[in-house]
């Protein structure tokens, strides 16, 4: 992996972890990662291992592909949101349905 992809892949990870609201530390932290080494990935100085690329799709809510490439395959990947409401209680499930619901214009 050359030095640009590695940048490129810092930043697509930088704007998401912004989007989330999220500090270098505090991703590192979800993601169960050291924040110094997270900081390497983020500025192209470190490559990821494939369980750290895990990680850190899981925790960023992007998909892997997207991470490495830039570009989303043309399947719907359903990966990321089911991380999402893996992590909610009972009553957010309930509620993130009902929004859905409602986005959908469904009445089920």
Known sequence: MTKQERVAIGQRLRQQRN??????????????????????????????????????????RLSMEYILSGEESGETDLGSLETILRGCTPRELRLAEKVLQLFLLRGD
Request: net charge negative; glycine share 12%; charged share 20%.
């Open 19 to 60: 989007r989330l609201g999220l500090t270098r530390e505090q991703f590192a932290e979800l993601a169960d990662i050291g924040a110094g080494y997270y900081g390497q990935i983020e500025v192209g100085t470190s490559q990821m291992s494939i369980d750290t690329l895990i990680k850190v799709a899981r925790t960023s």
